[in-house]
């Protein structure tokens, strides 16, 4: 159980378009779901905390109007990328909180490439 | 604050070498304390947890036990594999679901 799935795994976008990635918790509801960035060989990077019915939660440093998040549901958060650049190429990963009985656990999807070209 | 600290990589150990990676914490409270596991080009995965002092975790032959008196939480197994070769997180939660991760530790596993 607790399964949370990203899609798309991979994707490539020309600069100045928008890319949209998903978050969905598969077998649990998730009120709160969180987005990162990863660089390579480094540890995760807290963008922002997505609750769902309300506004995100941005970390301090991370462009709002750049990364748009979406909770509209119980099972499921977007992460837009609006006007990407080459430096938005990145590993996004989303976590979910985990059912009740998982405690304060959080879950992960299994990332994904963002390339910018 | 709250923070993870655990020890830097990389790790490069032989196949069937006992491994230990240390991680200690800083907290208000008692935190729920986690090991995750990167694969590359993957996300992160639960490795174990343990939720109050004295608790072990455990799976896949990994082991970790929750030491409130030295706020210590490392990670050990007894015989590395080749397919153990990952990046390892440690984390605490001290309450809701906002998690904060070392900085993660590299384990490569020469066969």
Redesign the interface.
């Known amino acids: 159980g607790a399964v949370v799935s ?1 899609h798309p795994s991979w994707v490539i976008c020309k600069s100045g378009t928008s890319v949209k990635i998903e978050c969905r918790s598969l077998d649990f509801q998730a009120t ?1 779901m ?1 987005w990162y960035r990863q660089f390579p ?4 990077m807290l963008m922002a ?1 997505s609750n769902e019915g309300s506004k995100a939660t941005y970390e301090q440093g991370v462009e709002k109007d750049k990364f748009l998040i979406n909770h509209a549901s119980l099972t499921l958060s977007t992460l837009t990328v609006t006007s990407a650049h080459p430096e938005d190429s990145s590993f996004y ?1 989303c ?1 979910a ?1 985990g059912p009740r009985s998982s ?9 994904s ?1 963002l390339t910018v070209v | 604050g709250n923070s993870v600290t655990q020890m830097e990589g990389p790790v490069t150990l032989s196949e069937e070498a006992f491994l230990t990676i240390n991680c200690t914490y800083t907290a208000t409270g008692y935190p729920s304390l986690f090991w995750y596991v990167q694969y590359p080009g993957e996300g992160l995965q639960l490795l174990l947890k343990a939720t109050k002092a004295d608790d072990k975790g455990s799976n896949k032959g990994f082991e970790a036990t929750y030491r409130k008196e030295t706020t210590s939480f490392h990670l050990e197994k007894g015989s590395v594999q080749v397919s153990d070769s990952a990046v390892y997180f440690c984390a605490s939660n001290t309450g809701g679901f906002k998690t904060i991760f070392g900085a993660g530790t590299r384990l490569f596993v020469k066969a």
């Open positions: 990203q709160t969180f060989k480094q540890s995760l905390t990963i976590s909180g405690g304060n656990t959080i879950y992960f999807g299994e990332g490439w």
